[in-house]
């Protein structure tokens, strides 16, 4: 299973629609970037049952995206303030900067 | 029942997760600004179903933005991008205000 930085967004806008524990899994995985193996010890479960796991989180994140698209708007607007803020840099406007960079944080 | 313009962030967040008629009830009522007589009219339902329906919608928008919050991020980015905007008006940056403008419409 490829590690897909896609899941970081999704895990981000979704993860509160998972259970405990599966939410805990996709986090360890995708934020921590702990191994399959390293998952199972840590869960006490199979190496078999943390790909599972994953993989159902993955789905029914993928299918909320599909739903509701908040993953794609976010991506658009990290884009948007990404370049801003290059636009930024060769023009001598704090003001601009810093307001992009704080709405960066909400993203 | 007084119209909330919150709910026209969550209707555009989370419309997906309502059923097609719950949908097009609350469609009707928080972005056509129908009244609830005139909804029960066009769907053939009683005014009190209308309502009903609004308030179970409601309820729904309301509980996933507790888990979610996404409606309340796309408020802060909108903010954000309305502030650059403003600071785009005492400067002659042509570039910014266009991605500016541009971000605000995936909002």
Redesign the interface.
Known sequence: MAKNLEFVLLLD??G??LTERQKEIAELYYNEDFSLSEIAQIQHITRQAVSDSLRHSEQIMQQTEE??G?AG??R??RN??E??LE??QN?N?P??TE??E??LQ??
């Open positions: 806008c979704y509160e629609l739903k509701l908040m708007r976010i658009q607007m948007c303030l370049q801003i636009s930024c023009e406007i003001r601009i307001l992009a704080n709405g909400w993203l």
